[in-house]
């Protein structure tokens, strides 16, 4: 199984920004936790980080064939981008939202999630834990629809 990890701008300066929210790990230590993640789920993953809106759409659309699930933290595009969520409607890889901090408890601009309307299931507040449930769920529920 190949998954895409998909993730969205500012989330390259994990570590500096905001780390009370955030956490103190920088983004490279994301990448090694996913490697971590995904040897333990025995999946192939490829990870991909913009800061770009558009980029972020083309990596969907490239997905489509190539790979079998995406896990996706769109950071501040979740509140704001159709382009995302059509994209992901388009490919109709199954794709689960992932959010560091608990979205949900944050503010009123924070609470619509566009991509989230095309994701299977939504983890937040979780930190970076929250990506490797997405790879279990993604991987259990791709062996259940085989
Ligand atoms: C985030 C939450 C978003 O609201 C925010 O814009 C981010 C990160 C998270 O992982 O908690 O950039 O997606």
Not at 40 to 62: K, L, Y
Not at 132 to 138: D, E, K, P
């Amino acid at each position: 199984m190949r998954f895409l990890v998909i993730n969205g701008p500012n989330l390259n300066l994990l570590g500096v920004r905001e780390p009370d929210i955030y956490g103190k790990q920088d983004y490279a230590a994301l990448l090694d936790f996913l490697q971590k993640s995904a040897e333990e789920a025995g999946v192939e993953i490829r990870c991909f980080q913009s800061n770009h809106e558009g980029a972020i759409v083309d990596e969907i659309q490239a997905a489509l064939g190539n790979c079998d699930g995406i896990v996706i933290n769109p950071a501040a595009y979740t509140h704001t981008s159709v382009a995302i969520l059509d994209a992901l409607k388009a490919v109709a890889i199954p794709a689960v939202e992932v959010h560091l901090s608990d979205v949900s408890a944050r503010e009123s601009f924070r609470q619509i999630s566009y991509a989230g309307m095309a994701c299977i299931k939504t983890i937040m507040g979780l930190g970076f834990q929250g990506y490797r449930q997405a790879i279990l769920f993604l991987k259990d529920y791709l062996e259940k629809q085989a």
